[in-house]
């Protein structure tokens, strides 16, 4: 019986909160490493640059494909999983605290969902010069930390600047009502399985419910309360999808003493029970 999705963390194989390797076509190591850990959440970041070749993930329901050269990053707590990986390029797995606020702020805080990014050949070019420097002192035993810290500020900076672009954040004014949203969202990814309102989220902010509504739902076009749903639904079909624990252990790991509401909940806002999501949706990938 599965009972939970397996959590990896980088402090298991590496004491330095990074790990960054080169990754060529059909890397008998790579596909084994992709085998063993099967679908699984990381509790550090991912990024994945593509100089050449196809890949083609998983991450929490939707399929992404990726053909070179282009980039994407997975979060920590995503659920995912590597269907095919024939790619020449670079794995970054790092802490989070060893990425800059500016790097974090970009991905935890993105008003849309990360998706694949297509980048030019001259500037792939200059990321793979980062990363071989990266790659180089890291792997140098007797390396300042700070050239190692300063390198890899640089390379995570630059895989930034790419979603950053993609997604408009340089063109949009930093208004008060953005700063709230990003900062609303940041706080509901962290404590959506205790804070179930949106009141609750605005006490934490000292602004009144019905402002953080209205900002919301200007920068976003949904409601604060839209928001705090969808988290719960999205952590709910994760524990649907790919663990065997009961709709009520599930409801129980959410937050919810009555899983009786849960599943009119879940019902919904999905426009089916969770029993019927998981008998249409359970699918065996490798454990």
């Not at 606020?101 to 980048?119: A, D, Q, Y």
Request: glycine share 4%; hydrophobic share 35%; with cysteine.
């Amino acid at each position: 019986m599965n009972k939970n999705i397996p959590t990896y963390s980088l402090n298991d194989i590496t004491k330095d909160g990074m790990f960054i390797e080169i990754v060529r076509e059909n890397s008998e190591e790579t596909n084994k490493d992709i085998e063993e850990k099967g679908v699984h959440r990381d509790s550090h970041y991912l990024f994945l640059f593509l100089q050449s070749g196809r890949a083609e993930v998983m991450v929490d329901f939707k399929d992404f494909k990726m053909e070179g050269p282009s980039v994407f990053c997975i979060t920590p707590g995503q659920v995912h999983y590597s269907k095919n990986f024939d790619i020449y390029g670079w794995f970054l797995a790092v802490n989070s605290d060893l990425v800059p606020n500016e790097v974090r702020t970009v991905f935890e805080e993105l008003l849309s969902p990360i998706l694949p990014v297509k980048i030019e050949s001259e500037f792939s070019k200059n990321l793979d010069n980062c990363a071989q420097l990266l790659y180089l002192y890291h792997k140098k035993s007797n390396s300042d930390l700070k050239i190692v810290q300063s390198l890899l500020d640089a390379y995570t900076g630059m895989l930034a600047s790419v979603f950053a672009e993609k997604s408009n954040l340089e063109d949009i004014k930093e208004s008060r009502a953005l700063k709230l949203t990003r900062q609303f969202k940041h706080l509901v990814k962290q404590r959506f399985k205790s804070l179930k309102s949106p009141s609750s989220y605005a006490e934490l902010m000292n602004i009144s419910p019905s402002y953080l509504s209205e900002v919301v739902k200007d920068i976003t076009g949904n409601p604060a309360g839209y928001w705090i749903q969808q988290e719960i639904i999205i952590e709910a079909k994760r524990l649907l999808f790919y663990t065997d624990l009961t709709i009520k252990e599930i409801a129980n790991q959410l937050g919810y003493d009555d899983y009786a509401y849960f599943s009119r909940l879940f019902s919904k806002l999905t426009k089916q029970s969770a029993l019927d999501f998981r008998k249409k949706n359970k699918i065996d990938f490798p454990k």
